[in-house]
């Protein structure tokens, strides 16, 4: 009985979703900036990895627009505010919070993307990727702007062109190797024991504060897991016809991702939950086709521009 219950409550959400999101009108454009990323033939996959990572195969990438940086909590915020959207979590009344104490994944009551460990904790900072967003609410927060989630194969597209300001990309096999300086924001320590937050930060971390690739992009690797528009299913499989048990593809990694364990900030990693799931770890950013943006997408960034602030080399995969 429970379960059904459950089930038809997603249901009702899902369609008031869907409802609201036909309704979303926003008054100004987003303060946000699209950077040009390059088509081309791309690999997709790695042989070498996990079992939903292969086969590797090649990719006919046409040119692509992308979000320089996660949404961020204070963009959302602006959303929220001009539209008088309700996320998911907020509608279901909770959303999903690892806890240390337990060392497990539990449903906190109150955890939203404005105090996404719960409402006695403290509030997301402004310029840090907005999180207890389900993949739902980010696509109705790219729709209403005229822009759109990425699909996965975008994602590694972009992400190809280097997840660090050196231009590194994570692969599998490599050993990860901690210096004094830290480029991404992952877990440092014995998961789920101990994380020292020697990078600075034991959650998510202002978007960019880690500098950007040579393509512009920041954070495509570490801070939080990105949804995208794909749905799951192992490559080569044929299409699929989604239903209440499919799930999204996210990418990426994030601050709980153990280099010694889970490694999902690697460029071919995959990551998925199903479209109404919200949790502590997990953001978006929107992407658009250039010659048909929408004059409320954000602003067209300088080819390759990189962050003033980009830190050196430091936490990488050993060569």
Known sequence: MRRALLAAAALLALSGCARDEAKLAVKSARDADLVLIKGGDVQIGDDASQSDERPAFRYKARDLLLDRTPVTVGQFARFVEETGYVTQAERFGEGGV?????????????ATWRRPQGPDKPAAPADHPVTQVSWNDAQAFCHAYGARLPTELEWEQAGRLGQTPDGHVFKTGEPFLWSNQHVINV???????????ADGYRLTSPVGKFGAAPSGLTDM????????DSWYRPYGAKDLTPDKTSER??????FLCDPTLCS???????????????LMHVGFRCAADPGRVSPTAGRLAAPGRRSAEAAPAGARAAS
């Open 98 to 110: 690892f806890q240390h104490a337990t060392n497990a994944w539990a449903e906190v009551k109150g």
């Open 187 to 197: 877990w440092q320590g014995a998961f789920p024991i101990y994380d020292s937050g």
């Open 221 to 228: 690797a570490g801070n939080v897991w990105e949804w995208t």
């Open 249 to 254: 593809v996210q990418r990426g990694g994030s």
């Open 264 to 278: 999902g900030f690697r460029v071919t990693a995959r990551s998925h939950s199903t479209p109404d799931t919200s």
